[in-house]
């Protein structure tokens, strides 16, 4: 199993440009998060899934959107990049909402300037 | 929202010492967890932690679940170079859905 994928591994955008950072797990979990750590900080959740098909609100969901078509991938949306989306993305899943195991991707460096 | 505090922020030791630290709320708890992250690398779980004063152990590593339901503790005996990196706790709080709150870290250093 590869577990937790994301890609790509680093990215840097001009502002106003869109990306999707890709996040694919093979575990048939059902539960899916996006995290944005930021320096010093701990990690905050963007959006989450709870399967394919539904999809709801984090912490901080402002700029950022999300689709589940699938089990295995939960793709997240940048429309309108802005400096303050500079940060490392993180994609996590786990089977169950109890989530005592989530298992994380490796990360996305993003950079907006 | 949620905050957790975490101390100490840093901390550099000698191989072979123990290592304490700390992840405090302002609110109750009912899930406490414990992960550590390496460079360039996601965060992996170490503890998971379900009622207050529950006691667990993974290999060198020890954390306790606080009896107010506030705090949690981790604890690394016999330090050794593998264990740099930063330590996150992460907590459910009563009356938050599904999802986790995470603290800022704690980054230990191993010194030879």
């Known amino acids: 199993n590869a577990g937790v994928t994301q890609t790509p591994k680093f990215r840097i955008l001009k502002i106003g440009q869109s990306m999707t950072l890709q996040c694919a797990q093979d575990?048939?979990?059902?539960?899916m998060y996006w995290y944005r750590q930021d320096p010093g900080m701990g990690l905050k959740l963007i959006y989450y899934?709870?399967?394919?098909?539904?999809?709801d609100k984090g912490e901080v969901p402002n700029g950022y959107n999300v689709s589940r078509s699938t089990t295995e991938d939960f793709p997240l949306r940048l429309e309108l990049a802005a400096p303050s989306q500079t940060s490392v993305y993180f994609c996590?899943?786990?089977?169950?909402?109890?989530?005592?195991?989530?298992?994380f991707g490796p990360g996305t460096r993003l950079t907006v300037l | 929202g949620q905050q957790l505090n975490q101390s100490p922020q840093s901390m550099f030791i000698q191989e072979g010492e123990d290592v304490s630290m700390n992840c405090t709320s302002s609110?109750?708890?009912?899930?406490w967890l414990w992960y550590k992250q390496d460079p360039g690398e996601g965060p992996v779980l170490l503890i998971a932690l379900y009622k207050a004063g529950e006691l667990t152990s993974n290999g060198r590593l020890t954390a306790q679940f606080g009896i107010t339901r506030k705090d949690s503790f981790l604890n690394i005996s016999a330090s050794i170079p593998s264990d740099v990196g930063i330590y996150f706790c992460a907590g459910r709080p009563d009356n938050y859905g599904q999802n986790f709150v995470f603290g800022p870290g704690t980054r230990l250093s191993v010194l030879p």
């Open positions: 996590a899943s786990s089977y169950s909402s109890r989530g005592n195991e989530q298992f």
């Open positions: 609110s109750i708890f009912n899930t």
């Open positions: 575990m048939n979990h059902n539960y």
């Open positions: 899934s709870v399967g394919a098909g539904i999809t």
